[in-house]
T-cell receptor, first 112, second 112 residues
Framework: DTAVSQTPKYLVTQMGNDKSIKCEQN?????MYWYKQDSKKFLKIMFS???????INETVPNRFSPKSPDKAHLNLHINSLELGDSAVYFC???????????FGPGTRLTVT | GESVGLHLPTLSVQEGDNSIINCAYS??????FIWYKQESGKGPQFIID?????DKRQGQRVTVLLNKTVKHLSLQIAATQPGDSAVYFC???????????FGRGTSLIVHP
């Protein structure tokens, strides 16, 4: 009965590869998010998405793309992975753009 | 956009003491502030929020104080317990936005 789940929890891959991280929420929320947390714990918004609009942080490289097959899922696809992409990625959701967000457990991505 | 920052990267306290975590923000137009707690290996978890028309809000063992004059807010934890050990983030959205900007986080270490 996990509220926000992500898979995989750990992802180790080589530079240049393409990978996806999946996120699912069973809270009935209509807004989902992706965050990147660096080694210093700095948490930065990457995307915000609901069924009406996608908001992209302009600093996010276009190698990153969110894909939402339905309201309960927001997957993160990353092309041509780089060393600097190594971080922990968190998915979150909220009800109708509420600032009270529910976070998933995170996916630790390591690019070698 | 909004800029938020915590005053100290690390705060060490003894079990049973009260803890105070401070945060400063830059945008005087911010009207909503949130505190999150992130335990090791987990995603951030919503603790408490406060709107700009309030100076104080209390939860269970936690109190948030907002001083709009100096653009400062604090999170007070009463009778700190080992389970309170975590990284604490303050966050605030830019006015009219629903996407919070997170501060860099304060690591609270509770010594038994």
């Amino acid at each position: 009965d996990t509220a926000v789940s992500q898979t995989p929890k750990y992802l180790v891959t080589q530079m240049g590869n393409d990978k996806s991280i999946k996120c699912e929420q069973n809270l009935g929320h209509d807004t989902m998010y992706w965050y990147k947390q660096d080694s210093k714990k700095f948490l930065k918004i990457m995307f915000s998405y609901n069924n009406k609009e996608l908001i992209i942080n302009e600093t996010v490289p276009n190698r990153f793309s969110p894909k939402s097959p339905d309201k309960a899922h927001l997957n993160l696809h990353i092309n041509s992975l780089e060393l600097g992409d190594s971080a922990v990625y968190f998915c979150a959701s909220s009800r109708d753009r509420s600032l009270e967000q529910y976070f998933g457990p995170g996916t630790r991505l390591t690019v070698t | 956009g909004e800029s938020v920052g915590l005053h100290l990267p690390t705060l060490s306290v003894q079990e049973g003491d009260n803890s105070i975590i401070n945060c400063a923000y830059s945008n005087s137009a911010s009207d909503y502030f949130i505190w999150y707690k992130q335990e090791s290996g987990k995603g951030p978890q919503f603790i408490i929020d406060i709107r700009s028309n309030m100076d104080k809000r209390q939860g269970q063992r936690v109190t948030v104080l907002l001083n709009k004059t100096v653009k400062h807010l604090s999170l007070q934890i009463a009778a700190t317990q080992p389970g309170d050990s975590a990284v604490y983030f303050c966050a605030a959205p830019a006015r009219g936005s629903y996407i919070p900007t997170f501060g860099r986080g304060t690591s609270l270490i509770v010594h038994p």
